[in-house]
């Protein structure tokens, strides 16, 4: 069985918006990256994440970015450092108009090992985009950071 997951949520804001929301430092670090985020994504650039429930600086590499459609990005797994050589997952996210001016945003992840920290990761990871998920929606529809405090 492969550990893989896909969450999905509305937002009621144009794709454009959303997709910069994402891809701007600035405004990721806003909601999301809690320590902050340094690096505009674009194809072939590292960006680096920091999280204040995950110290230090996570490099993130930027595979693929098609304005207001998707980005593809892959990063370290978070599994445990016995669990063998590091590798990473990759993670896609969608970006999807809707007919009446919202964007429904799909954040999919792959490529965990099949093992009980494989497991573990993967749904770690899963909560932590549904939970970015809900944060971007919360700060692009009524500008409320659901993350500050939470973790720190």
């Not at 990761?121 to 944060?135: D, F, K, P, R, T």
């Amino acid at each position: 069985m492969d550990l893989k997951f896909r969450v999905s949520g509305r937002i009621a804001k144009p794709v454009a918006d959303v997709f910069e929301a994402v891809v701007n430092p600035q405004q990721l670090s806003r909601y999301f990256t809690t320590g902050g985020a340094k690096g505009r994504m674009e194809t072939g650039a590292t960006v680096k994440w920091s999280f204040h429930d995950f110290p230090g600086e996570f490099p993130v590499r930027i595979v693929e970015v098609v304005p207001n459609e998707k980005v593809v990005l892959q990063w370290g797994a978070n599994e445990s450092p016995d669990a063998g050589p590091p590798y990473d997952t990759t993670v896609t996210m969608s970006f999807a108009p809707l007919e009446d001016g919202r964007t429904l945003v799909t954040i999919a992840e792959e490529g965990w090992r099949q093992t009980p920290g494989g497991l573990k990761a993967s749904y770690g990871n899963c909560e932590g985009w549904m939970q970015a998920l809900c944060s971007m929606k919360a700060w692009l529809e009524h500008g409320i950071n659901l993350r500050e405090g939470m973790f720190k």
